[in-house]
């Protein structure tokens, strides 16, 4: 307890020198959260929020983190914004759970948000540089990749091209499973299935249960198949 109440003071202090702000009403296992917040930037735990340990915390200039009340975060967590004159914003809503090795990051300006009651698995990565939605009571499975952004083809050095981007968009109530991929420019309609190890290139309508590489349509939930 003594360690949790001194990394959360050494918190305060650093969110001070650097111009953060900090709205605190929840969070465990501060003393082994790795922080840097820049001027502007803002993290807002809400009540009831437990973090797990060995998290890493980094807000660029303007960018913003909120955990919605009671929601649950396991070990090994990176929760990322770069610097950017819009802020990134990285927000959870209420009641999600995350498990253990979970990374959301943001680039530029870009907009993370998970709407109520979500469940993310262990070693998911989420990335937006413009938008990456998450309807509420979405649940996904392990390893789950979703990104909004990809390299441009034809540069010679493929790390150093710049990014086509589209919004990626996933509605409520889906279910995602394990190891699946979702490329930018996504809509996902509410109630979907996407099979385990699908690659979604192209939007999948509300209700239908898609699979394979690339995602193709097995059947519809409501289809009674």
């Given at each position: 307890?003594?360690?949790?109440?001194?990394?959360?003071?050494?918190?305060k202090l650093h969110a001070r020198k650097r111009g953060a702000r900090?709205?605190?009403?929840?969070?465990?296992?501060?003393?082994?959260?790795?922080?840097?917040?820049?001027?502007?930037?803002?993290?807002?735990?809400?009540?009831?929020?437990v973090l797990g340990r060995d998290g890493l915390l980094s807000l660029g200039e303007h960018g913003v983190c909120s955990?919605?009340?009671?929601?649950?975060?396991?070990?090994?967590?990176?929760?990322?914004?770069?610097?950017?004159?819009?802020?990134?914003?990285?927000?959870?809503?209420?009641?999600?759970?995350?498990?253990?090795?979970?990374?959301?990051?943001?680039?530029?300006?870009?907009?993370?948000?998970?709407?109520?009651?979500?469940?993310?698995?262990?070693?998911?990565?989420?990335?937006?540089?413009?938008?990456?939605?998450?309807?509420?009571?979405?649940?996904?499975?392990?390893?789950?990749?979703?990104?909004?952004?990809?390299?441009?083809?034809?540069?010679?050095?493929?790390?150093?091209?710049?990014?086509?981007?589209?919004?990626?968009?996933?509605?409520?109530?889906?279910?995602?499973?394990?190891?699946?991929?979702?490329?930018?420019?996504?809509?996902?309609?509410?109630?979907?299935?996407?099979?385990?190890?699908?690659?979604?290139?192209?939007?999948?309508?509300?209700?239908?249960?898609?699979?394979?590489?690339?995602?193709?349509?097995?059947?519809?939930?409501?289809?009674?198949?």
């Amino acid at each position: 307890m003594l360690a949790r109440w001194l990394c959360r003071q050494r918190l305060k202090l650093h969110a001070r020198k650097r111009g953060a702000r900090l709205l605190l009403s929840g969070g465990a296992a501060y003393e082994s959260l790795e922080f840097g917040l820049a001027r502007h930037a803002c993290w807002q735990l809400d009540e009831g929020v437990v973090l797990g340990r060995d998290g890493l915390l980094s807000l660029g200039e303007h960018g913003v983190c909120s955990v919605g009340a009671h929601s649950r975060v396991g070990r090994r967590w990176a929760m990322q914004t770069t610097d950017d004159p819009h802020g990134g914003v990285i927000a959870l809503g209420r009641r999600c759970r995350l498990e253990d090795d979970v990374r959301l990051l943001t680039f530029g300006g870009g907009r993370l948000l998970v709407a109520d009651d979500c469940f993310i698995g262990w070693g998911t990565m989420i990335a937006a540089q413009q938008s990456v939605a998450i309807g509420a009571g979405t649940a996904m499975a392990e390893y789950v990749s979703i990104r909004d952004h990809n390299h441009r083809r034809g540069a010679e050095v493929v790390h150093r091209s710049a990014m086509e981007i589209a919004p990626v968009s996933i509605g409520r109530g889906v279910w995602i499973g394990a190891k699946v991929t979702i490329i930018a420019g996504v809509t996902i309609g509410d109630g979907a299935v996407i099979g385990a190890n699908a690659v979604v290139t192209h939007d999948v309508p509300a209700g239908a249960v898609v699979g394979g590489v690339p995602a193709k349509p097995l059947h519809n939930r409501g289809s009674g198949d």
